[in-house]
């Protein structure tokens, strides 16, 4: 594995976290909770003759090499942009047993990165927060940590699907939708509908959407890797967004384990002590 970020020959400038050519950017229309973290995110196709299977509800099928990028920042001072700080830039790449990770760990100088070992690291962060600083522990994944939500059930790569990607982004000036873009470009192998009619997540923090639909969005997001028919979750409700609600085995559905108390379920309305989630 190449020892630093500069030599993976991802980006052609790490001051500017500027991409090589086939390296493209993409956003979610949720992102995954990150512990306060700000994101940005890329994806390349290793041959511009390979294409990706496209699929509404399902994983999309990848060919090997593809390759996704995420690149974490915090803020020192909260609320402060000009405080942030560059921890981290995690590369998943798809091979013919699935997928393998690794990230790379940004110096004080924020002027690249270094291989993370294969068993992981924590670092402590002195955080500024209103007015007081605390302590928070930013835990850079072990090499096998990854392949625990990047699984092949979950397809490998868990926001590169559908209803996280049906959104307009901004490509250098020219708005698009993201699902219409790819498809324009010729990335997909399959016809793809119309994003009008395409499943869509919605942010838990649009007040314009129902309560239902919002929790959906976020547990499909933050647990449908594992939290799904023949996933790693010890669990058995069902986190997928297609997964209709009183099919998820998530209302009063029956715990793995209830520790001996027959009234325990995932959820149980109105009832905060009985509710595992």
């Not at 496209?54 to 994983?59: A, I, M, Y």
């Amino acid at each position: 594995l190449p020892p630093s970020l500069a030599e993976t020959g991802a980006f052609s400038d790490l001051a500017g976290m500027t991409p090589n050519p086939g390296i493209i950017p993409y956003s979610l229309v949720v992102p995954f909770w990150s512990d306060g973290a700000l994101k940005q995110r890329w994806f390349s196709i290793p041959d511009v003759n390979q294409t990706i299977g496209f699929s509404v509800n399902e994983p999309w099928r990848f060919p090997d090499g593809a390759t996704w990028i995420k690149h974490f920042e915090i803020e020192m001072v909260k609320g402060d942009p000009a405080s942030r700080r560059r921890l981290e830039t995690r590369f998943i790449i798809k091979n013919p047993d699935g997928v393998f990770g690794m990230t790379y760990r940004w110096n004080r100088e924020q002027t690249n990165a270094k291989l993370v070992a294969e068993e992981g690291l924590d670092e402590t962060l002195e955080i500024m927060e209103n007015g007081t600083i605390r302590n928070q522990v930013w835990h850079y994944p072990s090499r096998s940590e990854c392949l625990s939500c990047h699984s092949k059930i979950a397809g490998g790569s868990l926001g590169f699907r559908t209803a996280q990607l049906n959104r307009e982004y901004d490509y250098g000036g020219v708005s698009a939708n993201q699902l219409s873009a790819l498809a324009g470009a010729g990335y997909f192998s399959d016809t793809m509908p119309e994003p009008t009619n395409l499943p869509k997540l919605v942010s838990p923090n649009d007040l314009s959407h129902s309560l239902s639909k919002r929790v959906r969005s976020y547990l499909a997001v933050n647990c449908a890797h594992c939290h799904v028919p023949g996933g790693s979750a010890v669990g058995f409700w069902d986190a997928q967004w297609s997964t209709p609600v009183f099919e998820k085995g998530l209302i009063n559905g029956s715990l793995f384990n209830s520790g001996f108390d027959s009234d325990r379920r995932v959820v149980v309305p109105n009832d905060l002590e009985n509710s595992e989630l």
